[in-house]
Nanobody, 131 residues
Framework: QVQVVESGGGSVQAGGSLSLSCTVS????????IAWFRQALGTEREGVGS????????TYGASVQGRFTISQDTAAERIFLHMNDLKVEDTAMYYC????????????????????????WGQGTEVTVSA
C-alpha cells in the first residue's frame, strides 16, 4: 500500500512562485516514479512533470518547461514541485501520483503521458494564480 499526500497549494499573483510538497510512503518498489499532474476546470488531467526516485532523472511537460522544477528529499520521503513565473493558466488542482517504475518508465524517464498508469494518487492541492 502506498499513501500520497500533497500540501502547499494557495493563491499567488502572476509572476510569483509557489512550492508544493508530496509525501509518499509505503513499499519502495511500488513508488519508483513520482509525478505531478494538474487539472483545471473543464479540462483533462495534464502531466506537469515526474521524477525517477532511484536515478533522480526528471521530465517536464512543455507548458511548464523552464519554469517548474521537481526535486526530492530522499531521507524525508518528500517530492517537491517548485513553480516559478506562474501564469494565470497554471491555475488548477495539482495532484501527486506514484507508481512502480515498470509501469511508466521509458528511456530512463518516468513518462507523464501515461496518466492512467499511475496507481496511487493524492487528494490534490489547489493553486490559484491571479492576474
Amino acid at each position: 500500500q502506498v499513501q500520497v499526500v500533497e500540501s502547499g497549494g494557495g493563491s499567488v499573483q502572476a509572476g510569483g512562485s509557489l512550492s508544493l510538497s508530496c509525501t509518499v510512503s509505503g513499499a519502495p518498489y511500488m513508488r519508483g516514479c513520482i509525478a505531478w499532474f494538474r487539472q483545471a476546470l473543464g479540462t483533462e488531467r495534464e502531466g506537469v512533470g515526474s521524477i525517477y526516485r532511484d536515478g533522480d532523472s526528471t521530465t517536464y511537460g512543455a507548458s511548464v518547461q523552464g519554469r517548474f522544477t521537481i526535486s526530492q528529499d530522499t531521507a524525508a520521503e518528500r517530492i517537491f514541485l517548485h513553480m516559478n513565473d506562474l501564469k494565470v493558466e497554471d491555475t488548477a488542482m495539482y495532484y501527486c501520483a506514484a507508481t512502480p517504475s515498470v509501469d511508466v518508465m521509458d528511456g530512463g524517464s518516468c513518462l507523464i503521458a501515461y496518466v492512467g498508469k499511475y496507481r496511487f494518487w493524492g487528494q490534490g492541492t489547489e493553486v490559484t494564480v491571479s492576474a
